[in-house]
């Protein structure tokens, strides 16, 4: 979770400037590309919805040549469909981090906690972990049924922590067209 977009220094939540609140994928291609990670996001957002307020609006923020000319071609695609699409495209020039308390906030907010920091006693490594990620996403109602009852395995937690998680994700995991790799 993070800020950019925009051209203010050193964006906050309570003084964002002219930022968008947003994150940043670091990805592998060899196992997921780009345009896999395009995909999920024009099926993950209405790209309909009209901006009501630049800090929430819809955007993609390329890094290159590659990338733009790449959502530039998903976003034209989805229109042939007839399907409208506000969402902004523009250059990623600085993203900034946000402070602690927004990161894997779905988590933060859950016992949960108290088995990631007993795993990740320093901030900087379960703010960096990607099973952190993971729960932070299952607690949002997101992923698959088969990748969670794969990860929830994997991801370190005591009996209580797989128990409280199974019970907050029942029922709640969208699943997605393109599937996330294990």
């Given amino acids: 979770m993070g800020y950019a977009g925009g051209t203010?220094?050193?964006?906050?939540?309570?003084?964002?400037?002219?930022?968008?609140e947003t994150f940043q994928v670091d990805f592998d291609p060899a196992v997921i590309t780009y345009g896999d990670l395009?995909?999920?996001?024009?099926?993950?957002?209405?790209?309909?919805?009209?901006?009501?307020?630049?800090?929430y609006r819809a955007i993609v923020l390329y890094q290159n040549d590659r990338q733009r000319d790449a959502v530039q071609r998903s976003k034209e695609a989805?229109?042939?469909?007839?399907?409208?699409?506000?969402?902004?495209?523009?250059?990623?020039?600085?993203?900034?981090?946000a402070e602690t308390y927004h990161q894997k906030y779905k988590l933060q907010n859950t016992p949960l906690m108290a088995d990631i920091k007993s795993i990740y006693p320093a901030e900087q490594d379960w703010l960096n972990s990607t099973a952190a990620a993971r729960l932070n996403g299952y607690l949002g109602g997101?992923?698959?049924?088969?990748?969670?009852d794969h990860d929830i395995k994997h991801l370190g937690l005591s009996v209580d922590g797989e128990r409280y998680l199974r019970r907050r994700?029942?029922?709640?995991?969208?699943?997605?067209?393109?599937?996330?790799?294990r």
Avoid: E
């Fill in 78 to 97: 989805l229109m042939a469909t007839g399907q409208a699409v506000a969402t902004d495209i523009a250059p990623l020039t600085t993203f900034y981090l």
């Fill in 142 to 148: 997101y992923g698959q049924a088969d990748t969670f």
């Fill in 169 to 181: 994700v029942a029922g709640r995991i969208t699943p997605l067209t393109c599937p996330l790799p």
């Fill in 8 to 20: 203010s220094p050193d964006p906050t939540y309570r003084r964002i400037g002219d930022h968008t």
């Fill in 38 to 55: 395009l995909g999920l996001f024009w099926q993950s957002h209405n790209p309909a919805q009209k901006v009501w307020s630049r800090q």
